[in-house]
């Protein structure tokens, strides 16, 4: 579904993502490890369009999306949960949610949110409040929520669990599994590797923009090969 091809990808003379190549299944969690400053965010960024990448290939169902314009790539199927969840402060809970829908091709009617509000019933309750009014928590519930609505090809997920308490982490990551079963290809990002580990078919580990290692999650060899390279 995704397929990234020899990515390079520079700030000003920083040359951030050299050279990765990674591809993510339908149904698949690919995890994305690495310490500050790697270029985990930055390759989300160039996936989503965000950051225009210098040369390689993004596509996403076999269309090539490399230096697209982010809504051009959003309505391609690509939904990203960025690091700090970017709500928009102006706006209600539901307001919110229905950007989500213009993703979607086609009628968006305001019933496709009932299946969303079912799932997340703290906001279907505070569905008229401003959002900045949700804890930290039900802002990235609320984030999470934005991208079912879209019901995306892939889904880009920055750092979901930071700062949550762990009851709203298990919750978060239910969510991801849910949205894996649902055929979406997801790249996450995310310092909490041990519960990050739990839920992906696949990880790779990145420093200096490349990746250094791949593997298995299940496969204890692999797994502790990138607690190593972590220091975890």
């Known amino acids: 579904m995704l397929s990234i091809e020899n990515l390079h990808s520079h700030y000003g003379l920083g040359h951030i993502i050299q050279g990765i190549s990674l591809n993510v299944a339908p149904g698949e969690v690919v995890g994305v490890f690495g310490r500050n400053g790697v270029g985990k965010t930055t390759l989300l960024k160039n996936i989503?369009?965000?950051?225009?990448?210098t040369s390689?290939?993004?596509?996403?169902?076999?269309?090539?999306?490399?230096?697209?314009?982010?809504?051009?790539?959003?309505?391609?199927?690509?939904?990203?949960?960025?690091?700090?969840?970017?709500?928009?402060?102006?706006?209600?809970?539901?307001?919110?949610?229905?950007?989500?829908?213009?993703?979607?091709?086609?009628?968006?009617?305001?019933?496709?949110?009932?299946?969303?509000?079912?799932?997340?019933?703290?906001l279907a309750e505070r569905a008229r409040q401003p959002a900045t009014t949700l804890s930290g928590g039900e802002q990235q519930m609320l984030a999470m929520a934005r991208i079912m609505v879209a019901e995306p090809k892939v889904a880009l997920i920055d750092e979901p669990s930071e700062g949550l308490a762990p009851m709203i982490v298990a919750e978060i990551f239910a969510i991801v599994r849910q949205m894996r079963?649902?055929?979406?290809?997801?790249?996450?990002?995310?310092?909490?590797?041990?519960?990050?580990?739990?839920?992906?078919?696949?990880?790779?580990?990145?420093e200096r923009g490349q990746i250094v290692l791949s593997g298995d999650p299940k496969v204890d060899s692999d797994r502790q090969k990138l607690l190593d390279k972590l220091a975890v």
């Open 48 to 53: 989503a369009g965000w950051v225009k990448p």
């Open 181 to 206: 079963d649902k055929g979406c290809a997801t790249v996450l990002v995310e310092q909490n590797i041990h519960e990050a580990l739990a839920i992906c078919d696949r990880f790779v580990a990145i």
């Open 56 to 122: 390689g290939a993004i596509r996403v169902g076999g269309a090539d999306l490399k230096g697209r314009e982010p809504d051009e790539i959003n309505r391609a199927g690509v939904a990203i949960v960025p690091e700090e969840r970017r709500i928009f402060p102006g706006l209600t809970v539901q307001e919110n949610l229905e950007l989500g829908l213009l993703a979607l091709k086609g009628p968006k009617p305001a019933s496709k949110l009932d299946p969303v509000l079912e799932r997340f019933p703290r």
